[in-house]
């Protein structure tokens, strides 16, 4: 497993690489050699922040952590991680050997916008829209821990917009054209 290790407000010390090589590389069973792992590490006010992002055939594996100590913050992003895996194992087994996912890495990107006094769109983000069904989008948007996620919808053909409801359930957002 390749990962890559960034720091932000933060100085990435040996023991501290050391100990992000040593826990996430524990991860390497669950994924073929060549597998990147992006490892993000940042102090915002007292806030040790750790996020590892694992973009896999499609499937983005994403866990966030914020404690007052970074190794605590390490140790229980990859607790969230093996969770996270062991719980969709079989969800995800299938979806892979079926082909399911395609990833493009050079499809991602994100643009910052200058500063304005009045609010504005800060951030944009484009990915690839590969046809899914809602099964499918309810995985993803579960291993992003976002509670949204835009997507083809793969009967449909149009795009969707899946979303978590305060009472658990998912809600599903289909464009109607007038």
């Known amino acids: 497993m390749v990962i890559k290790l960034t ?18 590389g524990k991860l390497e069973k669950y994924f073929p050699a060549d597998t990147e792992a992006q490892v993000t590490m940042s102090v915002q006010n007292y806030r040790h922040i750790v996020e590892v992002t694992i973009p896999f055939n499609g499937l983005v594996i994403r866990a966030e952590e914020a404690t007052d100590d970074m190794y605590a913050s390490i140790d229980k992003v990859l607790d969230k ?26 499809a991602f990107g994100q643009q910052i916008e200058p500063e304005e006094e009045q609010p504005r ?23 992003l821990g ?15 917009v899946l979303y978590k409801r305060k009472d658990g359930n998912y809600g599903l957002i289909e464009p109607e054209y007038m």
Do not use: C, W
């Open 121 to 143: 769109v800060v951030k944009t983000k484009r990915f690839p829209l590969k046809p899914m069904t809602v099964d499918e989008a309810i995985l993803q948007m579960e291993l």
């Open 146 to 160: 976002h509670s949204f996620f835009v997507f083809t919808n793969a009967d449909t053909e149009q795009v969707n």
């Open 81 to 106: 991680l093996e969770r996270q895996i062991h719980k969709h194992r079989t969800k995800l087994e299938r979806k892979l050997k079926n082909g399911a996912f395609k990833y493009d890495a050079s």
């Open 7 to 24: 720091g932000k407000n933060v100085a990435i010390t040996d023991a501290l690489r050391e100990q992000v090589n040593k826990k996430v």
